[in-house]
């Protein structure tokens, strides 16, 4: 019965190319966005190289200073100041590491202009990360302590500026007119992983702005490394214990706060507090449901496109339905039919959009679009849409085949008008 | 074997009712082979739709095997026809989509058969209508009068007791319509089905056991 089913299946499909074409094109396509979608957030919001302890970490990204009088507010990333004072003073994390949001600046290479993007960071930034290094080593307390001039640099900059696998270790690069010395030399990583990624890395001290400036605001992102994520509510009660104690104000003539706000979050929290004001266990809720949310109404579409294929193809075969009614099919065997057919229909869709996922992130992996972008397909995900989509499947087979099963075998016959 | 005790049918849509049959009361025997005649539009074929079980009477009562039809459900209607129908229809009705062989064994996939039991009976019904050597073929690529030879094997495959031909030499020039009344009368002399059948042609009418005239959906002899 199903050899004869997978026949008729692929003869059926065989004949209406273009309804074949519309019905693997909505089923592939959706479920080949869906993947790349998600390989992309995966990339975002995951764990990878070099952020490897993510699921234990919590990030200080961003501080609000509010006038609630005069309805003004100052919001961004916390200052060297704030950092010193206050959160260095924590002792529930295992580690506290800080790093400046990235810059770029121009340096010159064979009298060649090599725009790079650089960043501050201090010792523990190495320790939290989980950086391979190519050569040399990572600048630590005691060169931040020495007030030495050294960075590290990734391996596409090394490239650029020394030509590609030359050693640069002891080589010095000049940036905004200071000598540097190259002391390591890592692997890069995506742009993407914007709390990390940077072509050049340099001591916090070394840093032309004023950082002893009284301010809450500043330019710094901190990384709080917990033993594990169980210690993060100990670490998020913590850093509020330390906000309470944080005196409100400013020098300033034309801003004066009177309520300040920041959090220690997840990544996933921080990351989207680009968004919501809510705490971080809300956010995580509103992302999943809005991305399945998402996901359901992006799949509803091909589902509907096929019920809709299915209803027009029923009529074409009807005279068919009404051959195998009179030599004994019941309604039921019919229905298994057509579903058989939703569900093969399906399964081919989902080869061709894994073909089609696995060529796209390969081609978005290699082509430089996304510099050191390592885009994996969500295993997860894929097997998910898949059933999702079969599910769908089935679903738009019972439909026609229940407005078939109500046809009279005469009816059938004449084509089933 | 088959039997129609005030079998009525009407056509109704929002404006007009037609009677396609009144009061038709008729038996077959087992063993018989009986043709229907009329003009066209006088209800043959829904005479011979309503016997085989595919449409059903607005009224009257149809009785096969001593087994009142109406009631059944879905399923066991499905089994009936199965088990004791085969039809031959004008148009042929063969799936253009699936060979000849498979053509065949269609009544066969609704049973509890194995895969070689119905290539070995579909094989040997192609061998009675002589078609053998066409298993492989695919329907668009036969003639008329093979195309109805496809649809006489399909029909006897499952060996059903009775068969219902609807014109079954209506589309066919007259020296392969009698080739296939050849086999429509062997298959009811040497097998003993029971064999109605619809035809416009007073020849072929004349080689059945017993003729059934309609005019106007109303039985005249």
Known sequence: MLKNYLKITFAVLKRRKFFTFISLFGISFTLLVLVVITSFLDHLVSAGYPELNRDRSLYIEKMLQQDTTQNGSRSGPVSMYFIQNYVLKMTTPEMIGFASYPNTI??????????????????????????????????????????????????????????????????????????????????????????????????????????????????????????????????????????????????????????????????????????????????????????????????????????????????????????????????????????TENIILTLIGGVIALILSVGVIYFINTSGMINYADLTINWKVFVVAILVSLVFGLLSGVYPAWRMSRLQVVTALRGGE | MIKLKNIEKVYRTSTIETLALNEINLEVGKGEFLSIMGPSGCGKSTLLNIMGLLDEPSKGEITVDNETISGFSDKKLAHFRNQKLGFIFQSYHLINDLPVLDNVELPLLYRSSSASERTQLATEALQKVGLSNRMKHYPTQLSGGQKQRVAIARAIVGRPEIILADEPTGNLDSAMGNEIMDILINLNKNDGTTIVMVTHDENMAKKTNRLVRLFDGTQVM
């Open chain 1, 106 to 339: 121009n340096a010159y290479a064979n009298q060649n202009k090599v725009k790079l993007m650089y960043k501050y960071t201090d010792g523990n930034f190495w320790d939290i990360t989980s950086f391979d290094f190519i050569e040399g080593k990572p600048f630590t307390k005691q060169n931040i302590d020495n007030n030495d001039y050294v960075m590290v640099i990734n391996d596409d900059t090394r490239d650029k500026y020394f030509g590609k696998g030359v050693s640069a270790v002891g080589k010095t690069m000049e940036l905004d007119n200071v000598n540097y010395r190259i002391i390591g030399v890592v692997r890069g990583c995506p742009v993407t992983r914007i709390y990390v990624a940077s072509d050049v890395y340099l001591p916090y001290n070394t840093a032309k702005r004023d950082q002893t400036k009284k301010d809450l605001n500043g330019n710094y992102l901190v990384f709080l490394l917990a033993k594990s994520s169980g210690d993060f509510p100990k670490i998020k009660a913590e850093f509020q214990s330390i906000m309470s104690k944080v005196p409100i104000g400013s020098e300033e003539k034309w801003f004066k706060p009177n309520k300040i706000a920041s959090t220690a979050d997840t990544y996933v929290g921080s990351f989207l507090s680009q968004f919501t004001h809510s705490d971080g266990d809300t956010k995580k809720q509103y992302l999943y449901m809005a991305l399945i949310g998402f996901a359901l109404l992006f799949m509803s579409l091909p589902a509907i496109n096929l019920v809709n294929v299915n209803i027009s193809r029923i009529m074409e075969r009807a005279s068919e339905i009404g051959i195998r009614k009179a030599f004994g099919a019941s309604s039921k065997v019919l229905t298994y039919q057509f579903i």
